[in-house]
């Protein structure tokens, strides 16, 4: 049985936590051109494409906490890399490394920091053999650009197509294998030292070897991994049963305001992971209709 077939992955999430929330809300919505599709004051959950999403949260009220190592990357993978990198240099944003692109390779890229600290790769996959399986699917995949009413400085045109959420390991092959046969998701691209996993049409989780990537592993990591999904129980019993993954509480937890239901757990070197069904709310209307419900 393949869980995600089976129980399903509607869109995938990233949990961000910060120090001062507005002012990350401010580069994510005006210098980004993220659209926020739910706020609940003490977490904003931005639309990144058109199945991935970023969470940005206070990090006094979230699982962690702003001081903890910021062991991940997001990959914003965008066809307009040239377009981006003119327009950040403008903006004075804050290199991590730079834009060098060189033919024949399989991708291209640079990385940015946010306010506080994490890394965003703006990353294009060009004609390659390594991602032979990638692209058809990114092929499939609109352009999610700034809504036209929105506050922003992004360039008209300018958006992104999917995400990668690179996470750091010490043992990949047990890595990969928790979430190609735990989770069900379908390995696309293997780099040799990094892989991409398909998570939902637009949202990939990248396993990297801690050795070789930009971020080396650490015990404690500033983020959530989130899987939304309209079968909660299908999933909460499937990792119950099989205890195949550390789960966090017994039963699955409501919201005390009626937004979602979640139950969280932690892959096998400690990634929080976390499974959400969003309610019919007056908060979540643009996040339900951003995932057509």
């Known amino acids: 049985m393949d869980p ?4 399903g992955i509607t869109a995938s999430n990233a949990f961000f936590y910060y120090r001062d929330l507005e002012g990350v809300t ?5 210098t980004l051109g993220l659209r926020v599709v739910a706020d609940y004051g003490f977490a904003k959950i931005l639309q990144v494409a058109s199945t991935s999403f970023l969470t940005l949260v206070d990090g006094t009220s979230g699982m962690h906490s702003p001081d903890e190592p910021k062991s991940v990357a997001l990959a914003l993978v965008t066809d307009q890399l040239d377009g981006w990198y003119a327009y ?12 060098d692109p060189v033919p024949g390779r ?14 965003l790769e703006f990353e294009r996959f060009n004609e390659h053999p390594e991602n032979e399986r990638f692209l058809p699917l990114l092929a499939l995949l609109p352009t999610l650009t700034a809504a036209p009413d929105q506050d922003t400085s992004v360039p008209p045109g300018l958006g992104f197509k999917a995400t990668i959420l690179w996470l750091y390991y010490r ?13 069900g998701l379908a390995e696309v691209v293997d780099q040799g030292w990094a892989w991409i996993h398909a998570a939902s049409p637009s949202g990939f989780l990248g396993p990297v070897d801690e050795t070789r990537g930009m971020h080396d592993w650490t015990e404690q990591k500033a983020v959530t991994v989130s899987f939304l999904t309209d079968n909660l129980e299908g999933w909460f019993e499937h990792l119950r049963r099989t205890g195949a993954m550390e789960l966090r509480h017994e039963a699955i937890q409501p919201d005390e305001e009626g937004r979602f239901r979640a139950f969280v757990g932690y892959d096998p070197e400690g990634y929080y992971l976390e499974f959400d069904t969003f309610l019919p709310h007056p908060l979540n209307g643009r996040l339900l209709r951003a995932l057509e419900r």
């Open 88 to 99: 950040l240099q403008e903006q004075g944003v804050t290199f991590r490394y730079g834009f």
């Open 4 to 7: 995600t077939q089976e129980y």
């Open 26 to 30: 401010d580069f994510y919505t005006r």
């Open 171 to 183: 043992d990949t092959d047990a890595i990969r294998g928790f979430y190609a046969r735990t989770l």
């Open 106 to 119: 399989p991708h291209d890229g640079f990385v940015v920091l946010d306010p506080e600290g994490y890394y």
